[in-house]
T-cell receptor, first 110, second 113 residues
Framework: KQEVTQIPAALSVPEGENLVLNCSFT??????LQWFRQDPGKGLTSLLL?????REQTSGRLNASLDKSSGRSTLYIAASQPGDSATYLC?????????FGTGTRLQVFP | DTEVTQTPKHLVMGMTNKKSLKCEQH?????MYWYKQKAKKPPELMFV???????INESVPSRFSPECPNSSLLNLHLHALQPEDSALYLC????????????FGPGTRLLVL
């Protein structure tokens, strides 16, 4: 059974810092890995999708990497801003569904 | 356009009420999903529709009844719910291929009294 874990569970940093959020999964037989952002009480916004054959994807200040063999992905956020404050979820796609991680709650203060 | 819309945004219902949640997408996606999310927890899959047919039911109680009238619409009919069913209900859609991204709607915040 696939299990997805995110570390740290919560993170509070001053504005301007570069951040790394971690995601690990137990079964490397995945189709892709998706990173999402969720603001309190809102839906999920897709940030990046990495296919199983890819090593990384970039969008603006965000960079996500995938090491399928070791069951790890990282989300790198450059020059963090207060507007980045949210919960970040990773999810791996197995045969028939997404399995979500436990999430990292990020707070960036001015 | 990667928008999935959901109505209503908020819903309060009694345990004897019947209500429906609605979800719509116009991205040509043929897979649609219902998730339930409790506070501070990740979303949990409830149902998957593939080409308007129910393909996955994650052992959801029968008081939740999904319906997919066409390729753009997904409904979730609610009847005789319990207070513990209070949660954020999220709809998502994707292309059929397993390597494609899922896109989520804003959710319906449900409170059962």
């Amino acid at each position: 059974k696939q299990e997805v874990t995110q570390i740290p569970a919560a993170l509070s940093v001053p504005e301007g810092e570069n951040l790394v959020l971690n995601c690990s999964f137990t079964d490397s037989a995945i189709y892709n890995l998706q990173w999402f952002r969720q603001d309190p009480g809102k839906g999920l916004t897709s940030l990046l999708l990495i296919q199983s054959s890819q090593r990384e994807q970039t969008s603006g200040r965000l960079n996500a990497s995938l090491d399928k063999s070791s069951g790890r992905s990282t989300l790198y956020i450059a020059a963090s801003q207060p507007g980045d404050s949210a919960t970040y979820l990773c999810a791996v796609r197995g045969t028939d569904k997404l399995i979500f991680g436990t999430g990292t709650r990020l707070q960036v203060f001015p | 356009d990667t928008e999935v819309t959901q109505t209503p945004k908020h819903l309060v219902m009694g345990m004897t009420n019947k209500k429906s949640l609605k979800c719509e997408q116009h991205m040509g996606h043929r897979a649609m999903y219902w998730y339930k999310q409790k506070a501070k927890k990740p979303p949990e899959l409830m149902f998957v529709y593939s080409y308007e047919k129910l393909s996955i039911n994650e052992s959801v109680p029968s008081r939740f009844s999904p319906e997919c009238p066409n390729s753009s619409l997904l409904n979730l009919h609610l009847h005789a719910l319990q207070p513990e069913d209070s949660a954020l209900y999220l709809c998502a859609s994707s292309h059929q291929e397993q390597d494609r991204a899922q896109y989520f709607g804003p959710g319906t915040r449900l409170l059962v009294l």
